[in-house]
Structures are given as structure tokens and as C-alpha cells.
């Protein structure tokens, strides 16, 4: 159990689908993060919340939509994807914004896979 | 801007042999430097860090010393086991530089053979 949990493990989904991607952390932490991570590159930030406001978006596509409702709780919605968005989806949490001071407590990831 | 430079995978050694992954980075400040570790299906754990020069992390038999002469955190262990297979990340984290976030580099594959 890793503290961060992530739900779908796996999804697969059309250009045309709408589905979203759930995040939950059991740790008390004030800070949640979406990384993408695709074969070959670095991972890249894609979402910072803190205490559920939104204070980074690294010029992601809107075809990718965050929500965070509740500083336990982090969505990542899709629509209209594109086969290079397959990928793996990291969520992450944090007791501060700080990396440095408080590290990162990733989920398991979701594998998505636009056909 | 800061970034993070590893050597490029993937590795592949016996089992108990020795292993170093080298890590290199550039910094405008002072930061604190880490190692995770992707274990296969898994999300990135955290392994080891240091947070000033030489400073020397370990975990689990791993470790890694903060040089800051050689801006370098290499990552190493005397003898890996088949478990250690894994993707291994360097990372670090400058306050001076956009609040201390974690940049990572592009990650190195370690594939131990029995």
C-alpha cells in the first residue's frame, strides 16, 4: 500500500471518449501532482495543486482537465486524446509544495492507451 | 536552468556485482539531491537524498555522496540481487529556482541477471 492510490490501473479508450483518471492519498499531505511519463523521456509535471488550488499548469493541452475537490482527492479528465498521449499517469502527493523539504509519495500509476 | 544528466540505459550486471549509476546535475543555488527508484508496475518510491555537500545518503544498501566539487550524486551499491532490477531516477531540488521543485532526469534501466 502506498499511500497514494491510483484507479484505473489500466485504460484504453478511443479518440473520441471521455474518461477520467482518479487519484486519492491516505497520508494527509497538502500537495498533489499529475506526472506523465512516456518511454524514452523524462517525466514531465504536468498539474500542481495546493491545498486543492491549482498553482501550476505546464502548458498541457486542454484536452486534459484537472480537478481537485478535495485536498485527498485528484482527477485528470480526458476528451478527444490523441494515440502520443498513451502514456503512464503518475499521481503524487507531498506534505508541502517544497519538494525538497518533503518528497514525493507516488500512486501506481495508469496506463492509457488512446487507439 | 537546473537540470539533471544520467547515463543512459539500460544497465545489466550479474548478480553481486558492483554498481554505479552516474548522476550529474547544474544548479543555479544550493539544492538537495535524490535518487528514486521505479520498481516494474510501480510509481516512483524514494530512495535515498542528501541535502548539502558531502552529505552521504543510503538505503537499502545504496548510496550516493553529494559532491559538490564535481557536481555529481552517483548512485552505488556493492553487490545487487535480481530485486534491484528497476528504473532508477536522479533528482534535485533548488530553492532558488522555481520553488523548489523536483526536476528529474530521464531515468537508468537496471537489469540484474541471476
Known amino acids: 500500500e502506498t499511500g497514494v492510490t491510483q484507479t484505473p490501473r489500466h485504460l484504453v479508450m478511443g479518440m473520441t471518449n471521455k474518461k477520467s483518471l482518479k487519484c486519492e492519498q491516505h497520508l494527509g499531505h497538502n500537495a498533489m501532482y499529475w506526472y506523465k511519463q512516456s518511454a524514452k523521456k523524462p517525466l514531465e509535471l504536468m498539474f500542481v495543486?495546493?491545498?486543492?488550488?491549482?498553482?501550476e499548469n505546464n502548458s498541457v493541452p486542454s484536452r486534459f482537465s484537472p480537478e481537485c475537490p478535495n485536498s485527498s482527492h485528484l482527477f485528470l479528465h480526458l476528451h478527444t486524446l490523441q494515440p502520443e498521449d498513451s502514456a503512464l499517469y503518475l499521481c503524487?502527493?507531498?506534505?508541502?509544495?517544497?519538494?525538497?523539504?518533503?518528497?514525493?509519495?507516488f500512486g501506481n500509476g495508469t496506463r492509457l492507451t488512446v487507439t | 536552468g537546473d537540470s539533471v544528466t544520467q547515463m543512459e540505459g539500460p544497465v545489466t550486471l550479474s548478480e553481486e556485482a558492483f554498481l554505479t549509476i552516474n548522476c550529474t546535475y547544474t544548479a543555479t543555488g544550493y539544492p538537495s539531491l535524490f535518487w528514486y527508484v521505479q520498481y516494474p508496475g510501480e510509481g516512483l518510491q524514494l530512495l535515498l537524498k542528501a541535502t548539502k555537500a558531502d552529505d552521504k545518503g543510503s538505503n537499502k544498501g545504496f548510496e550516493a555522496t553529494y559532491r559538490k566539487e564535481t557536481t555529481s550524486f552517483h548512485l552505488e551499491k556493492g553487490s545487487v540481487q535480481v530485486s534491484d532490477s528497476a528504473v532508477y531516477f536522479c533528482a534535485l531540488s533548488d530553492r532558488s529556482n522555481q520553488g523548489g521543485k523536483l526536476i528529474f532526469g530521464q531515468g537508468t534501466e537496471l537489469s540484474v541477471k541471476p
Open positions: 503524487a502527493s507531498s506534505q508541502e509544495l517544497a519538494q525538497g523539504r518533503s518528497p514525493l509519495h
Open positions: 495543486y495546493s491545498l486543492e488550488e491549482r498553482v
